[in-house]
């Protein structure tokens, strides 16, 4: 198993982000222990890093590894990008904010 391999299988898969397809280029091989490889991921669409765990045996089909169950994954997914208004509120927010954590749970809470 070579790193030209590894290179082929991240280009069959895509951005957990924006669903673009990772380039062999922007893959790089952080380690290896055994079969399992841990990949760094760049997409070069949507700019976000990720890392990647890979069990590779010789003449077996490749299987990621990952923290997220299909569940989270597909919730992650699906989710709102962080946009413009959400840092416009955030500042908003934060202007008027004089530290008082309490209170404004308190406040969300009713
Ligand atoms: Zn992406």
Known sequence: MDERLIK???T?????VCGERYEGENVRVLGRYT??????VYCTNCHSQSLVAAVLKDGKHPELVTDLTE???TKFREMAVVGADD???LHDFLKDFDGDFSRVFSEEAG
Do not use: P, Q, T
């Not at 069959?12 to 957990?16: A, E, Q, W």
């Not at 079969?35 to 760094?40: A, Q, V």
């Open 71 to 73: 569940e989270e994954y």
């Open 87 to 89: 840092v416009l509120d």
């Open 8 to 10: 082929r299988l991240m």
């Open 35 to 40: 079969d399992l490889w841990f990949l760094s």
């Open 12 to 16: 069959i898969i895509s951005c957990s």
